[in-house]
């Protein structure tokens, strides 16, 4: 499908037709439609003159843009008035440090810490350089497969603020509620992996987060949502880019922020209204897709051993292993070749891991069981 | 020249042919080589069977394209063996804090700070967080419009590190040779406006860094090269994303990079290779420009008035003023009909910015310059 056009830019030599079946747990798959939008406007954005790229951050382009992102996260979401939404560099990782540092240095208290995964483990290392930190529950024992109900921990009712994590990526455990804590508990959550994958009660959170390179766009940008009361916890004497109210003060825009994964995370919230309506149907489409690739791990339990937990599994990383090394390679290989790939689980759990995050197509998935039932049986 | 493909995208319909000349001072103006090759590659890279966007920090494609840029970089800048680059989110903005975070907190030496202009300023307040600063120098009482010659200032023997911004982005102010400090005293330098715009001897500098949105590609990535010797002076106690060493004993990768700025930069730094092959050249190219411009305000020193000092002016931001603010509209308005967009200056210093950093075509600068002239005589 190699078709040139006058500019000389023959645009379609690679296209569509060349993309494989991504199952990447991030950077991940994005939805082809905002893929080719991004590629129209890629030299010059309609009326802009220039790139996206190319474009100051403070001209009228790019604030449109950002504060269309805004509104679409809050309408997504139903974020209410009490919350801020931030656009924040550096990942996750960041925020590991950043949360600590303006949510419990400045306190008298503990911060209380669920660990059900290596997210929540690096979380954790963070947290503790900034202040005192209980861990209330702790899955390490059983390799992380699962999450903890009800009354398996408990948060102080003085905690500065409660932290988990609710979909761990590398194991593949989700929780299916929000944790309980004590009603003056902020509760932070890092939703890398699962924000806009399903309809989520924000009014819960005082901190909720998530980079964007699963769910929402390229690697770059992080979404902060935070309760306004929480904003000005943090100390002046934080370094600056840290403190959570120099980025609110400015609209996210205290210094550069990463304009171009923001402009593609706006068009990725853009695919999930026209393409879905809201976060109810996203995550009925998300259960439909992964309940797939589980009723085939039940229906050959003797072949495909889940990692998680069956009230823990995730809809985002559906993860597994097979009966031998041997097996899990030839499974790999030949997934590959049939157009499934990046399915090698994370180095430090080994195994399948299949992340089927939003842009992940049915088509993908439907292929993807048809392949493991194909596998287990021959 | 609205072109459709089979794959219905519509790939031309806004082309290089309705680009402007973009004066922006940042993000700023790119090859349009480089944007229509990522336009190519946007749906799917070739060979890696999805968009750049999506694959997997982790995976070769992408690991290729990191070791390649720093590659690119070492080789364009010849950085000596002694010399490690990194890149890091957060913008210039991060590197005023870990900066001081990595090289002055573990310090019982002052850090000397040279102050030429706006963003010289900003690392200051950022130090001030982190341990003692001595300001060795200051040239807000003339509303910083040079820089020091040899002898306008010194830095103790003992010096913690001694900073300075090369090109002052903001007042169009640039070190024309970098400033004499005692030898045992590492030089930090804040390059975002001019790295790859010239050479440099990397060897004289402790530590050089610059965000990537000026001469080097897209918001989002930070490129930090920093003397080995100097990468364990920060202590494990610092917020784990402020370490240099996490950085760098995991070659960029210690969390998600944004890949996608990276993968640009990349790209640019190929096209000042194959287009000028040497930062010798580069440099000439940009100080032929430079010259086109200032050569019109001395030419009309009636009318323009420009805000750097003779043998301070920046060869990256030429900025200036007009007898009037009526005219000075009149010139922006004027100038942005005829193509020639974003040149109005920082709020902080007003008047007019022309920034022509690398990838500005000598024809833009050509035309702004009889632009001016014109305006002048009428």
């Not at 497969?145 to 009354?151: L, T």
């Not at 949502?225 to 825009?253: C, F, T, V, W």
């Not at 599994?313 to 030839?330: C, K, Y």
Request: glycine share 8%; hydrophobic share 40%.
């Amino acid at each position: 499908m190699s078709v040139s056009t006058q500019g000389s830019v023959d645009i379609a030599a690679t296209g569509a037709a060349d993309r494989v079946f991504n199952f990447s747990a991030g950077p991940a798959v994005l939805p082809v439609q905002v893929l080719e939008e991004v590629q129209r406007e890629m030299v010059c954005l309609p009326g802009a003159g220039a790139s996206l790229m190319e474009l100051s951050h403070r001209g009228k382009v790019f604030v449109d843009i950002v504060e269309s992102a805004v509104e679409d996260i809050r309408s997504l979401l139903r974020v209410p008035e009490t919350h801020e939404v931030l656009f924040v560099q550096g990942g996750a990782t960041l925020q590991f440090s950043m949360i600590p540092a303006n949510l419990l240095r400045s306190q008298d208290a503990a911060a209380a810490y669920l660990i059900t995964g290596s997210w929540g483990k690096k979380a954790l290392t963070e947290a503790r350089k900034e202040g005192e930190v209980d861990v209330v529950y702790d899955a390490s024992s059983t390799n992380f497969n699962h999450a903890p109900g009800a009354g398996d921990f408990e948060v102080k009712e003085d905690a500065a603020y409660a932290y988990y994590c609710c979909n761990e990526t590398i194991q593949g455990v989700q929780f299916q509620s929000e944790p309980q804590v004590p009603s003056d508990v902020p509760l932070v959550c890092d939703a890398s992996s699962d924000l806009f994958s399903r309809p989520l009660d924000i009014s819960k959170y005082g901190l909720i987060y998530a980079c964007a390179q699963k769910n929402a766009g390229p690697a770059g940008a992080t979404v902060v949502i935070i309760r306004k009361d929480l904003i000005d916890r943090g100390s002046d004497s934080l370094p600056g880019y840290l403190l959570y109210k120099n980025h609110a003060n400015a609209g996210s825009m205290w210094n550069t922020p990463a304009t171009f994964p923001i402009y593609v995370m706006g068009k990725v919230l853009k695919w999930i209204q026209s393409n879905f309506g809201d976060l109810e149907s996203m995550r009925d489409h998300n259960e439909a897709k992964a309940k797939l690739l589980y009723d085939v791990l039940d229906a050959n339990p003797d072949f495909y051993v889940g990692h998680a937990d069956e009230n823990a599994r995730s809809r985002m990383n559906v993860t597994f292993n097979l009966p031998s090394d041997d097996q899990l390679q030839a499974f790999i290989g030949s997934a590959a070749d049939a157009g499934l790939a990046n399915l090698k689980g994370h180095r430090s759990v080994g195994g399948v891991r299949a992340s089927v995050y939003n842009a992940m197509p049915i088509e993908g998935v439907e292929k993807l069981a048809q392949f493991m039932t194909d596998f287990a049986s021959r």
